[in-house]
């Protein structure tokens, strides 16, 4: 199986805003993530979010820790939590683990889209940038619930080391 480049694409109709992930979405996506959960918060009209999985082909946890971002980014302000739609098992099952269903709600039925998506530009960053957005991305990860402060408290600790060390 031939896993595709990661790709973000989005739509704002009608109050709804339509985040949809394609491929193999990783790190070299996080500052595009990054920015959608900061414009997300400040989006006026907000009314609905939804999160479309159905045709990521694999979520890295960097990925992970943004789309959690992206959740408390719109969190009190929204009617209902945002929907994260996923038909693959293996993602609806990391979602589970990960604690995804506190923060969203999980769906397999198709959703129609009300308008064309247009794919993001993919926002570069340097290798500092990169870093302390892994970080942050998988601090956000270990508050969602111990299994994920379990599985990420030594990667996040090397990574403090080493930001500790870089800022010598």
């Known amino acids: 199986m031939q896993i595709h480049e990661g790709r973000i694409k989005a739509a704002f109709d009608a109050g ?19 920015s959608q959960a900061q414009q997300l918060a400040q989006t006026p009209g907000l009314e609905t979010l939804i ?65 064309e998506l247009c794919e993001l530009p993919e926002i570069p960053c340097d290798v500092e940038e990169t870093r302390r957005r892994i970080l942050e991305a998988h601090r956000i990860l270990m508050r969602m619930n111990e299994h994920n402060r379990e599985e990420f408290q030594p990667l996040v600790e090397m990574l403090e080391a080493q930001e500790a060390t870089s800022h010598r």
């Open 16 to 34: 709804v805003f339509i985040l949809k992930l394609c491929g193999d979405v990783r790190l070299t996506l996080c500052a595009t993530l990054d």
């Open 51 to 115: 999160i479309d999985l159905r045709d990521a082909t694999n979520v890295d946890s960097t990925a992970l820790g943004f789309l959690a971002k992206v959740a408390m980014a719109v969190q009190g302000r929204l009617a209902e939590r945002p929907t994260i739609v996923a038909d693959s098992d293996d993602i609806r099952r990391m979602l589970d683990v990960m604690g995804f269903s506190r923060y969203f709600t999980m769906v397999e039925a198709p959703i129609t889209e009300t308008r």
